[in-house]
């Protein structure tokens, strides 16, 4: 696996492993060049409901699963924004992936967006099953990145402690604004209603 500190991605993915059965449904909610979408199918995903609202990213996603021979009935590929993904997957899912910012050798002003990231984390968490596993790669370093990691950030912290487990990690000691992870997981035993305002500890939706 490699450096896990060292690497970002190796990190997420030890995370990933802890989580994932062979068989299981997840979610890549930014798609982009496909590495996580990929990395997911290796690791025994039995479904995967793959996001993104570039149709080049779609392509690059389905091409990378086809040279790896991994491309199957069971992968969908979606065009669309993952703020809408429960319009899509109707089942809980042991894994969903973020890795927020541009789609890397296209157009940096096209970004994941602070107001559809936060709803789109919201939707999430209520097809989130117990013991579930839900990550998000944050970066800071290009326009409006930072904005959206902090309102991001907002929104973990209000979650309820009664019903989550979050836990963010950061690169103390590196410069150019490396990427930060973010992992939030429903507590053991706990259940809660989706459909009802009962995810926060305030008494009305992060802004």
């Known amino acids: 696996m490699g450096n896990i500190i060292r690497s970002c991605t190796q990190t997420v993915l030890l995370f990933v492993s802890q989580y994932l059965s062979p068989g299981d449904t997840v979610i890549d909610a930014t798609c982009g060049n496909g590495h996580d979408t990929v990395a997911l199918a290796k690791m025994g995903a039995g479904t995967i409901y793959a996001f993104d ?25 979606i065009a669309d924004g993952h ?10 899912v042991s894994v969903i992936l973020f890795n ?15 107001e559809t990231t936060v709803k789109a984390v919201s939707e999430a968490l209520k097809l989130l099953k117990k013991d579930g596993l839900l990550c998000i790669t944050l970066y800071s370093g290009h326009p409006g990145g930072e904005e959206e990691k902090q309102a991001v950030l907002r929104f973990a912290r209000m979650l309820d402690p009664k019903i989550w ?3 963010f990690i950061r690169m103390l000691n590196q410069p150019n604004q490396p990427p930060e992870i973010l992992l939030i997981t429903l507590k053991r035993g706990v259940q809660f209603e989706e459909d009802k305002n009962c995810m926060y500890t305030g008494a009305g939706q992060p802004q």
Request: glycine share 2%.
């Open 100 to 114: 927020l910012g541009y789609l890397p050798s296209s157009s940096k002003e096209i970004t994941t967006k602070k």
């Open 53 to 77: 609202i570039q149709n080049t990213a779609i392509e690059q996603t389905r091409a990378a699963l086809e040279r790896a021979q991994l491309y199957s009935e069971n992968i969908h590929l």
């Open 165 to 167: 487990h979050v836990a």
């Open 83 to 92: 703020e809408n993904m429960r319009q899509h997957v109707k089942e809980k």
